[in-house]
């Protein structure tokens, strides 16, 4: 149970609690008609508020912030990651990931204004370009949102529960390394694709290195230049991997 669900269960019958406590003494010790008929009302009234409220909240589906097909912008990747913080088995791998957010965008910026200096905005080149940063950006993102599925379908109390019996002799050792294996599994995933990202960081910065030392090129060169050669093998492979 989320911890959030758990302060609100707390609040909630402590609440009615302590409305009891306040007013109840003081209805019952007058002892005429119309307060002991307000009281028994009241209590009834709790009651049905304690169980409405509860039902309410542990009905509640459990959800992590926003869910993977509603993301739609950088900010929302952004807000997602953060709202997934709670897994702490992933803290660490989530904090990097917020972080090649940064690096991406500020890498991105820079490139489309070094390009800037060498052409106009109008220019078939720059928007070749600029179409090619595009869709690195999308493979980025596209990266992001299986890693948010990822850990959307992570059960990490399960996960914490498994790792605990380990050693207690209550399940099958077969069956104990099983359940370990498919969490392992969330895990490697969710660590490769943040690897991926960074390599598609690594492969920005070496295209940034090559631009930063032009003055100007040649009709053709742009193809040709190794860092840009790598950032189209990057996306054909992407493309042919969907296909």
Known sequence: MEREKQIKLLGL??????????VLPEVFVLGV??????????????????????????????????????????????????????????EKTIDLMLDQID??????????????????????????????????????????????NKLDAFDEEDYNFIRNKSNSGDFSEQFMDEK????????????????DNEAILLKLDKLLLELSGLNSVESGQLEKMPGMVEIDNLIKQTTNYKN
């Open 33 to 90: 008609a119309p307060a002991t008929a307000f009281g028994i009302a009241f209590i009834f009234l709790s009651g049905a508020g304690l169980i409405y409220g509860n039902y309410r909240l542990l009905a509640e589906p459990d959800e992590r912030g926003t869910p993977a097909q509603k993301i739609m912008t950088v900010e929302d990747y952004i807000d997602a990651l953060k709202d997934r913080r709670e897994l702490k088995t992933f």
């Open 103 to 148: 690096r991406l965008q500020k890498k991105n910026k820079i490139i489309r204004e070094i390009l800037l200096q060498i052409f106009s905005s109008s220019e078939i080149s720059y928007q070749k370009f600029d179409g090619v940063i595009s869709e690195v950006e999308r493979i980025f993102f596209m990266n992001m949102r299986s890693i948010i």
């Open 180 to 195: 370990i294996e498919v969490y392992n599994k969330y895990i490697t995933f969710v660590k490769e694709a943040a690897e």
């Open 13 to 22: 019958n402590l609440g009615i609690a302590a409305a009891n406590i306040i």
